[in-house]
């Protein structure tokens, strides 16, 4: 049995926060008060200070000296060094679940994806949360195959891409509501080339997927400096 510690105090104050700038409730550019954020979560500064630096890391925030912390924004360079490598850990990812197991065996894969579409056709396009339910469940099929592939030092990478990644997905969805039915058709290409043994078609889904939605973000990205 893999031993976990529970996540602490700074960790869990880090998701809460990183939860508030993927959906955008914390806009690019705002500071982080610790003192305010401390009174509203009733924890100390010093936990505040560690989650920031947390966020940091994951690059959903910006330190600056005698300025503190402001939420960092998306910049197509910053997009674009994200999806270079992104895309290729996922094909990493792909093709160590294939070469692991036989399409006959990874039925549960089709499973997941079933339950991703079922959350997208039960979501209203104009719900709020629809792009959070759906960023989650397709999170759901990737940790399904951390559990095939069994490379924690794959898993931890890619995990620690999942804060900015979910930031830009979320602004994809956010943007386009075709995005929702486009994410379920990705999922079931993923899944049907997962079943026939098919590494080049899974990498070609993965990859056309990415470059799509990179092409999305840094299409918002351009008419928010033309407006």
Sequence with gaps: MRFQAPESLSEQIAQHLGQ?????????????QELKVAGELNVSRGSVRE??????????????????????????????????????????LGRKVLERWSGNELSGVMGQVRELQAVIDALNSSGGDAAE???????GVMRYAYGLVENPFLEE???NFRPAISRTYFVAL???????EETGRFFRQLAE????DDAAGLEKAISEFGEHQREQVLSIL???VSA
């Design 20 to 32: 508030r700038i993927v959906t955008g409730d914390l806009k690019p550019g705002e500071r982080i």
């Design 51 to 92: 989650s920031l630096l947390i966020l940091q890391r994951r690059h959903l925030v910006d330190i600056f000296p005698r300025r503190g912390a402001v939420v960092s924004r998306l910049t197509p360079e910053l997009v674009n060094s994200l999806y270079d490598i992104y895309i290729d850990l996922l094909c990493m």
């Design 133 to 139: 339910q759906v960023i989650d469940a397709g999170f």
């Design 157 to 159: 990478t890619l995990e």
């Design 174 to 180: 956010e943007n386009f509501r075709d995005e929702l």
């Design 193 to 196: 080339a997962a079943i026939r």
């Design 222 to 224: 351009r008419e928010e």
